[in-house]
């Protein structure tokens, strides 16, 4: 859409015109919006524009401002300044149902279903359709069931979701957005937990959109993706816009640049070999009810490896049932003796952590402060009698923020007041409180900015320096070539494969997730 | 999402939780109304008479603080206390040891346990059965009351012996210098209440369990046992409240302890605890017992409102003092 002139000029704050855009096409404009809670500024003074059949990317670290921004465009936030215009004309967003009512919609980062509810249910929610007095099910099902097969998944639209996987809730989710009339869709990280190959669904979903003419802001932490999907980007850092240039020319490494304000270093750390011991952890025939079969495998001290495979392959389920977290069985054998792990406390107990996926959910008390939240893998540690130990709570939460960079003004802070990057931290630093042998990471960097991202592979990589085995389940392809050592890949609840050293590529990893021998995005089954 | 690079707080500087000062608030407004209402209201008399009433709701609130925090609720508990009163007495009167006083600790000790054992069959129905604790307690406030009856034969069980129930009843009606055996009670049963909610790491389990059982199960607690042991206090917690109760009226009948989970219930939430758990308030809860007990005193004491009213006033606070919380919330 934007005919771009010089890719890397200098910035100037307003970007009319010079991206070639006339101003007649904008469809939303938001001028010098600012967003103060309380004496604290999140959001300062910032414009952006977005014309019809164009993706404009907003792209920053954590508290950056960007989830601000949203809200403010989407109408679940006033600015404190500034004024938004719809079609050249101001308006004045009175809340969320008003912003969707003149068609701006916005794909919300965090999961907004209700769990007992179908994907069918869920999505007609409140707009339900009849037959006379009786909900017609076959044909909200029948639309839901096309919604969700644009993402080239084949939803079971009439399970509850609390039964689906995180992926297909999002894609649910979305989805459920879509089906609201829009002219302007905002989605705020909509890849964070999807595999390559939804990804790919989406952005192909997204496509269609563009070619329809909607206008489209897209946040996203995956600046591969940023490339591929924009033609505008916007950079903020600390509340401020950095930057606004057209995507063509803008690459990757330019783009996280703009939003440290520095370059980066590498973002994985220097491979070192797995030293040749022996197998630490040894699983042999290994189920989750209904989720994954016969699982085997082993890890060696020191080892990294890698869980690839796509949504619904059954990865975080078998890990789960491993730990007694849910119904599955299977031998282990730690250190050649064999385990039976009935719940997270007895693999605790024989030196094995498992660090979900779902941080918000199963991961902190979003409700309790550090050094609680920090200690409760741990308590027995922290008791003199039956008390708690506070000032060794509080001693262990300040080697925690030091060892783990976690960046906190004020401790006392509950967890849920911290950015996603910090909470992923606080959770490794929970774990390893018990000094662990065996470390499962499940999407150790979901939802988390490029700076943190980098730390969080030190951190992987120097657990695996201390022997420890460790073990990433990720749905980013890149960053397990980029720090294990091996990856299995799992396919329909088995595993499919391994892939080792060199052999360790993208396109190895798909064809071994989707059981075809095609470029990357065209879905099995 | 939105904090700044180093999560700045919102609202650190709002420190002063005004969730946990309020119900002391309403307590002593309430009691300067009373005071106004009527001249009597503050004599050490009346004071103490309140005090030593409120022993069975409030003790017995402390334990339902601890449930209600880990994310159980405990329906069953006046007719639990009905049971175990019905047991207690029918020990007294069963003169299998001679000598009263050690009859009467035995008494208190049989108590006790039976307390304990009816808290460890509701947490276990709940936790091992994995059935909602309103399902079970509902199930067992029938059962126990139930056996109360069939015990009683329909009527009501006596201490016959009065040898027995005059030393008994020095523990409801002495005191230590000049403050009484319950009111020690209460205060005893809210430190200590307090020590295991706030101190131990059992409470900050079941804390951690009532806010998340996700995360705590994730987090290698076990959910289910530290469950249990709530109901086990809040047993315990019943059992003190009849052992202070029985000498009063030496007697219990089907119609002891009706009611008592409403009013427990009510001073639990009054007091500013969470109902669908992680956040509990022991002394919170005690000022809630006060609460309802002195409103009830005043409206006995003046002649504003019909004391038959009573239960309206209860359930009317317990209604306003939830939305007060959601108004403080959504500040």
Redesign the interface.
Known sequence: MSTASAPNQPQPDSSRGRLGRGESEFVLEAVGLSRS??P?E?LGDVSLDVCAGEVHAIIG?????K??LM?ILSGHLSPTRGALKLDGAAVDLAGPVDAERRGIVLVH?EIMLAPDLTIAENMFLGREIRRGLVLDDREMNRRAFEAMRVFGVEAPVNLPVERLSIAQRQLAQIARALTVPHRVVIFDEPTASLTPVETAALLRLIGDLKARGVAILYISHRLEEVKAVADVVTVLR??KKVATRPAAGLEPVDMARLMVGRDLLALYPPRVAAPSAAPFLDVAGFGADGFAEDASFSVRPGEILGFSGLVGAGRTELFEALFG?RKGAGAIRLDGKPQQWR???A??RAGAV?L?E?RK????????TLA?NLT??A??G??RG???DRAGEARALDTAIQRFDI????K??NAG????G?QQKLLLA?MMLLDPRVVVIDEPTRGIDIGAKQQIYRFIAAMAGEGRSVIVISSEMAELIGVCHRIIVMRNGRIAGEVEGEAMTEHAIVVLATGVDATAGEAAT | ????????????ARRINLGAVAPFLALILICALGAAANARFLSFDNLTNVLARSTFIATIAVGQTLVITGGGLDLSVGAMAAFVAGLEILFLNSGLIENATLLIVSAMALSLAVGALCGLFNGLTTTVGKIEPFIVTLGTMGIFRSLLTWLAQGGSITIRDSEVRAAYRQVYFGDLFGVPYPVLVIVGVAIVGAFILT????G??V??VG??E?????????VARVRTLTYVLQGLCVAIAVVIYVPRLSSASAATGLGWELMAITAVVVGGTRLKG??GRVWGTIAGALILEVIGNIMLLSNVVSEYLIGAVQGAIIIIAMLAQRLARNR
Request: proline share 2%.
């Open positions: 809670f309380g604290i999140v670290e954590n508290g950056a401002g989830s601000t809200k980062q600390d509340g977290l719940d997270a406390r693999a605790m498992y979900t779902d959910g199963k991961g902190l008390l979003l409700e309790e609680t409760l893998a308590l027995d922290f008791q039956p008390v708690v960046r906190v003004g004020d006392g802070l007041q911290m950015s996603g910090n929970k | 999402m939105t904090q700044a690079v180093h999560d700045a707080p919102a609202g650190a101190r131990t790491a059992f900050r389990r804390r951690a806010s998340n996700d995360v705590a199960r994730y987090s290698g607690i076990g992680g956040v």
